[in-house]
């Protein structure tokens, strides 16, 4: 990062890195609650618009858990890919149902804790109700999930880093931005919490909404970058935890930012290094927008192989109360099943449950693994759902 990248208002920000003669490191000024934004309202009204027909279509659904568990674990895929991991959503799902890692990517386990990482903070925003419950507490446990086990995780799962980091480059010479020293990172943090904490009072001029809210959350987070790895997928988690504290609906931005990766990265750093708000918040919008109609979709498909697969139990007359009756609804949130897992979940002996599953499997509902050890019933359907391409989706939308 050279001085000659930043704006003049940035460059007044550098302070020289301990150990590292000649290096610059950015302290930001605090999170702004006001920014200038240049011809980007209709971004915003568009995202808002998305979020409130996303929250209305869940709000008339049954039982929307089932359906947001599956999306979940595609967020966690999604978003660890965007680091560079290879494990795929069937991979994970094998793993959740099984508890062993036989044949599956070596990082599948940084996926599953990804998927821990965003349980435990939706039940903590729930338990604790709006955004009291953003807290760095709370950042810091996510952390610690995420980084639990990994083995090439050089610092403290859970704590702010103690060391300077950068983001890009080999050396710090060569980064594309270096974040404030670690002196500088709690400071920086507690703004940020209390930004994260926001509630728009009477005497507000302006009530800064909760898209806008997220865009300015997300980079000033990620130019802090408060921990030594794992910034980026702390970062995105924060997003849907944010909409939650709202009572909005989870929407989970990463199918977007991976298959728009350099321009996301690109938005950001133009965020770090000229203060350009305006191409962020396009880019952040636009993102919520096809993220929302994304989900929307994916539901929608959801419920509909549900009902198809309803028609086919149907056509065998067991009773609606049946192992067979109440499998379908499981496997739309459990896509990748063990005969102990269906037995626990619904209830009924191993027998029954065996039973059930070779029903599904003979309807062609179910597809067997090839694994003697660790059997599992995997719904391909409702996998090639989720492992559907974004670029896609986004096309035909």
Not at 329 to 357: C, Q
């Amino acid at each position: 990062m050279k001085k000659s990248d930043l704006c003049a208002a940035r460059q007044k920000l550098l302070v020289p890195v301990e150990g590292y003669p000649g290096a610059y490191a950015l302290v930001p000024p605090p999170t702004p609650r006001l920014i200038q934004l240049t011809g980007i309202h209709n971004e915003l009204i568009c995202a808002h618009e998305a979020l409130g027909e996303l929250k209305t279509l869940t709000s008339q659904l049954p039982k929307p858990d089932i359906v947001m568990r599956t999306l979940d674990r595609r967020e966690a895929v999604r978003s660890s890919q965007i680091e560079g991991t290879n494990s795929s959503v069937n991979d994970l799902l094998a793993y959740e149902a099984t508890g062993s890692d036989e044949g599956l990517p070596p990082d599948v386990l940084v996926t599953l804790n990804y998927v821990k990482a965003l349980d435990h903070g939706l039940k903590e925003v729930r338990r604790i109700g709006g955004s009291e419950a953003l807290t760095n507490g709370l950042i810091k446990v996510l952390h610690s999930h995420l980084m639990n086990g990994v083995n090439d995780f050089k610092g403290s799962p859970g704590e702010f880093r103690k060391k300077q980091n950068w983001i890009g480059g080999f050396k710090i010479y060569q980064a594309r931005f270096v974040p404030p020293p670690e002196y500088k990172v709690q400071d920086c943090m507690n703004d940020l919490e209390s930004f994260l904490h926001y509630t728009p009072s009477e005497e507000d001029q302006f009530v800064v909404q909760i898209v806008l809210r997220m865009a300015i959350a997300h980079a000033q987070f990620e130019t802090i970058h408060p921990f030594i790895d794992g910034n980026g997928r702390v970062g995105r988690i924060l997003l849907p935890l944010m909409l939650a504290a709202e009572s909005y609906p989870p929407i989970y931005l990463a199918g977007f930012l991976k298959s728009n990766q350099k321009a996301y990265y690109d938005a950001l750093a133009n965020v770090q290094l000229q203060e350009k708000w305006s191409d962020w918040v396009s880019f952040f919008a636009t993102g919520v927008k096809e993220a929302a109609y994304e989900s929307m979709r994916t539901t929608r498909e959801l419920l509909a192989i549900l009902d198809r697969w309803g028609n086919v139990v149907e056509e065998l007359g067991r009773r609606s109360d049946s192992a067979v009756n109440r499998l379908p609804e499981l496997l739309i949130a459990n896509p990748v099943v063990t005969v102990n897992h269906v037995k626990e979940a619904l209830g009924i002996s191993f027998p029954a449950a065996n039973a059930a599953l070779a029903k599904l499997k003979e309807k062609g509902i179910l597809a067997q693994s090839d694994q003697q050890r660790n059997r599992t019933f995997i719904a391909m359907e409702v996998i090639t759902l989720l492992d559907r391409p974004i670029d896609g989706l986004l096309r035909n939308t």
